[in-house]
């Protein structure tokens, strides 16, 4: 029945297949020059998709699963699955991205910040604290690429904002602000970034 839920292009059986079109999609927009910011999403916060069809063999929906204990490595196990899962989606991307030759020599990628994030840093607990995010592409932009940065020692331990990164990305894309969202640790860009 057409009305119930989940839509059929939602089902989980679809799921890759939908995502990988979406990104698609917003590789040739950029590539068009139709646009020049993309987001995707792939699902929500409390997402009760299963990605068993995926490949990812887990006994938890992917919500369940980011909810683990560090105890249960059966439960460790299921979360990093779903999280090496979306970080494969990612690297489609970007391959995608790195695909298309630009007239400078240089490719689709080099010329975009691609950004990967998750809402937590620990979501068992429901942290924002040591928060891992993937900075991608921009190379013509001047982001050096290719770098590990680790901002957790900064404030007594505590760490940077996230709010900074963000900062640091407007700047690279020529967006001139100084601050973004919380400023409880300062405000402008990361240093080194």
């Known amino acids: 029945d057409y009305r119930s839920y989940p839509k059929y292009w939602n089902l989980e059986e679809h799921f890759k297949t939908v ?11 950029l590539q068009c020059n139709l646009t020049r910011s993309v987001a995707i999403q792939w699902s929500h916060a409390v ?3 299963n990605l068993s069809d995926h ?4 006994t938890q929906a992917h919500h369940d699963a ?22 494969e989606r990612f690297a489609y991307l970007l391959n995608q991205l790195r695909a ?13 910040l691609v950004f990967l994030c998750s809402e937590l840093g620990n979501s068992s ?16 932009l001047g982001l050096q690429t290719g770098r590990f940065l680790d901002y957790r020692s900064a404030h007594g331990g505590e760490g940077e904002a996230h709010a900074k990164l963000l900062v640091s990305i407007a700047n690279y894309l020529g ?13 402008g860009p990361l240093g080194g970034f």
């Open 66 to 87: 980011s909810h683990y204990s560090i105890g249960n490595e059966a439960s460790v196990q299921n979360f990093v699955a779903y999280k090496r899962w979306y970080t």
């Open 55 to 58: 490949g990812v063999n887990t």
């Open 19 to 29: 995502g990988d079109l979406q990104m698609d999609l917003a590789v040739l927009a």
């Open 175 to 187: 967006i001139n602000i100084n601050e973004f969202g919380y400023t409880g640790k300062g405000s």
């Open 100 to 112: 298309v030759p630009e007239a400078d020599g240089s490719t689709l990628l080099d010329n975009p």
């Open 125 to 140: 607990r429901h942290d924002h604290s040591d928060m891992p995010f993937i900075v991608a592409g921009g190379s013509n």
């Open 47 to 49: 997402s009760p998709t």
